[in-house]
Nanobody, 121 residues
Framework: QVQLEESGGGLVQAGGSLRLSCAASGRTFNTYAIGWFRQPPGKEREFVAAINWSGGFTFYADSVKGRFTISRDNAKNTVYLQMNSLKPEDTAVYYC??????????????WGQGTQVTVSS
């Protein structure tokens, strides 16, 4: 079993940057893909980015491609989401999840509690 905890959210002005962290407990962390999802206010949860177990494969939602970068450090049991050139529409609660590599939330078995990101215009 894997337990996940996000951190690094906060309030930032448009054009700014934040780095989210997803810290995991559990010896099997490095066997799971990790996905980042977000839920904007009043909207459904949506896929943001994913990274496979080794870090060798990543992919992104079109809305964040070129601005966000996902990476992982298996020695530290941590996955990062570097977010640059933030826009007000990036405002959401961001969740990390562990499971099967992909963009479908159903493929992820373990979820963190989420961290709030607010981008002011």
């Amino acid at each position: 079993q894997v337990q996940l905890e996000e951190s690094g959210g906060g309030l930032v002005q448009a054009g700014g940057s934040l780095r989210l962290s997803c810290a995991a407990s559990g010896r099997t962390f490095n066997t799971y893909a990790i996905g980042w999802f977000r839920q904007p206010p009043g909207k459904e949860r949506e896929f943001v980015a994913a990274i496979n177990w080794s870090g060798g494969f990543t992919f992104y939602a079109d809305s964040v491609k070129g601005r966000f970068t996902i990476s992982r450090d298996n020695a530290k049991n941590t996955v990062y989401l570097q977010m640059n050139s933030l826009k007000p529409e990036d405002t959401a609660v961001y969740y990390c999840a562990a499971g099967e590599y992909g963009s479908d939330s159903w493929g992820y078995s373990y979820w963190g509690q989420g961290t709030q990101v607010t981008v002011s215009s």
